[in-house]
Every structure is written in C-alpha cells, then in structure tokens.
C-alpha cells in the first residue's frame, strides 16, 4: 500500500475528494427526487380515497380492507397501514393539486407532512412553515418543535429602530430575522441565573442556540475582548450575519429592560465596527436580550440610539402571552415564508 500510494500523482487526492463531492451531491438529488414522488403518490392515493368517500360513500372499514389488500400486493412495505391511508386522505384534503407538485410541498419528507397535519388546522401557516422547513433544512423533529414553540407569532416582533438606522432593504431583512421572545427550553435551567451562568449554558449548546436564533448565523465567539483606549471590554456574544453581512452583538441581560443598558450596547457596536467591522461589511446590529421589557419603554429607549439595534425577552417556557392575533392574522402579516 505504502508503494501505491507514493506512485500516486500529486494531484490525485483532490481529485478524490471531487468525485466524492459529485457522488454524494448526486446521491443526494436522487433521494429528493424519490421523496418528492413519493409525496405525490401519497397525494394520489389519498385523493382517490377522498372522492370514493365522497362520491361512493366510502366508510373505515373499506380503509382497512384497502390496507390489508395493499400490504399483501407489497409485502415489506410499512407505507400502507390504516393509520397512512388516512394520513394520506388528509394530506389529499389539505393540499391543492398543483400546490403539492411545488418545491415548497415536494422537497419535505412524509413525515415533515404528517408533522404538519398533525399540528396545524390552517392551510396557510402549513405552507408557511413548510417554506421554512425546506429553505432551513429543518428535520421533522425540528419543525414540530418550531411549531410548538409558535415561531409564527415570535418572527419580527423585536423592538427596533432598524427603519430609522438602516437602509430599508436590510432593515426589513433585520427586522423579519429577529424575535420576540427567544425560546432557550434546550437549557433546562432554574430561573436564577447570572448573566454569565447564562452566557456559559448557552455556549455549551451553541448548535440549539444557533437554531433558535434562526438562518444565517455563524457563531464567532463568547466574551470577545476589544481593546478600547487601553482597556478591554468583552462581548457577550458574538455573531456574523451571512445574509446581512454583518457582525452581530447579543448582550444578555437576565433582568428587567433598563434603557441604560443600550448605551452600554451602543459602546459595544462602535468598538465592533471600528475593529471588526471589514470594508465590505454592512453596520453591526446589536440585539439586547431581556428577561422582560416594556415595549414602550423599549421603543423610547431605542430613538434615542444611532446605531442599528434591537430588544427582546429570552424564556425558557415555550409558553407565550395571552392575546397575541390568531395565526391567519399573523399570516398577513408575514407574508410569504422569509
């Protein structure tokens, strides 16, 4: 082996790795495609037994028969029990011809589909979440957990100043990516935290942080130190946007909102900018992140501030406030899947 290797051309390994690349890449479409397939077969299926219900008067018991009839055509195949010929019929119900045919319909995997029929009434916060779902590469267990958490009512609620500090196309992509409030339920923890117990349990599961904090960012560090005149001071949390194209500073405060803490915020984002911040790189946005707030007070606080930043609650409850609008509300709000 030893002497095959030295005969190798010096180019050979990166040729390796290229093959490998295409392999799996093509792999990996051919998967999507059979999934896709598979979807749209499910939708069939379920469709015809929707009509013959509703034309013929199909009642459960022509189900089970269907299912036992199917499973002895298909020996093996687990898709065809009782429980997945409704799931299909709902599916069926649930999406239009043409919608499911759709790469926002037919990249998810039945099971992301039975997640969303499981857990979602409206049609259209299903194709909210599934637009999400694909554009994030969520599994199935991440979009019931996003489901759970009530993403809908949470995205773009953050107290900015983003239309008054930032060019409006970026301040509407701020604005649509920050939430209100953060759900951190992976920490487990007891409510009497100190700010850095917090910081640190959050560092340890970066990989659940950075899927609450959503697409687009990339972890840079904790405690990062800039030097001032002399004298270091240390961000909490730091991040790169990589659509914004910015750094993005998270100080965490495990109190009440105080409108002093943004001049402290503030301080941060001018250090970040002048020793970061790079050419090519759009203002850092600095996100304030609370036990709880005052959105008045949060609102007046922010208009006194220059540089672009936000304000939110962190919770470990995935519980939220009573009396938020009803999801079809949420949904004109929103408009289509960010």
């Not at 029990?81 to 043409?98: D, F």
């Not at 499911?100 to 916060?125: E, F, K, N, Y």
């Not at 994030?136 to 100043?161: D, P």
């Not at 609370?290 to 922010?302: G, I, K, P, Q, T």
Request: proline content about 6%.
């Amino acid at each position: 082996m030893a002497e095959s290797n030295r005969e190798l051309p010096d180019d050979y390994p990166g040729f390796l790795e290229g093959l490998k690349d295409r392999i799996q890449a093509a792999r990996s479409r051919a998967v999507a495609r059979a999934n896709a397939e598979l979807v749209r077969l499910y939708w069939e299926i379920g469709r015809a037994i929707l009509e013959k219900q509703e034309r013929d008067g199909w009642g459960s018991g022509v189900i089970r028969r269907l299912a036992a009839d199917l499973q002895a055509a298909f020996p093996g195949s687990r898709g065809f029990s009782s429980r997945n010929l409704l799931y299909m019929r709902r599916l069926a119900a649930s999406w239009e011809p043409e919608a499911i045919v759709q790469p926002v319909a037919a990249q998810l995997s039945w099971r992301h589909h039975q997640v969303l029929l499981d857990r979602l009434s409206g049609p259209d916060l299903r194709q909210w979440y599934a637009a999400l779902a694909g554009r994030n590469g969520w599994s199935s267990r991440v979009l019931a957990h996003q489901i759970q958490a009530r993403l809908h009512e949470r995205l773009g609620q953050a107290q900015t100043n983003f239309p008054e500090t930032l060019p409006a196309a970026q301040s509407d992509l701020a604005q649509d990516l920050l939430k209100d409030p953060y759900v951190f339920d992976f920490l487990g923890l007891g409510p009497r935290l100190t700010e850095r117990e917090l910081e640190s349990a959050l560092v340890d599961r970066v990989r659940d942080l950075l899927l609450e904090l959503g697409r687009g960012f990339a972890f840079v560090g904790s405690q990062v130190p800039l030097e001032v005149d002399g004298e270091l001071f240390h961000l909490d949390l730091l991040f790169f946007h990589l659509e914004l194209r910015c750094f993005v500073v998270i100080e965490l405060k495990t109190g009440r909102f105080r409108p002093a803490d943004l001049g402290q915020l503030g301080f941060y984002l001018a250090a970040a900018d002048e020793l970061l911040r790079r050419p090519e790189d759009g203002p850092s946005i600095g996100l304030l992140l609370c036990r709880e707030h005052s959105r008045v007070v949060a609102e007046y606080a922010l208009r006194g501030q220059r540089a672009p930043m936000g304000v939110a609650r962190h919770t470990q409850e995935p519980e939220l406030p009573r009396g938020f609008p009803s999801p079809e509300e949420w949904q004109e709000r929103l408009g289509p899947a960010p």
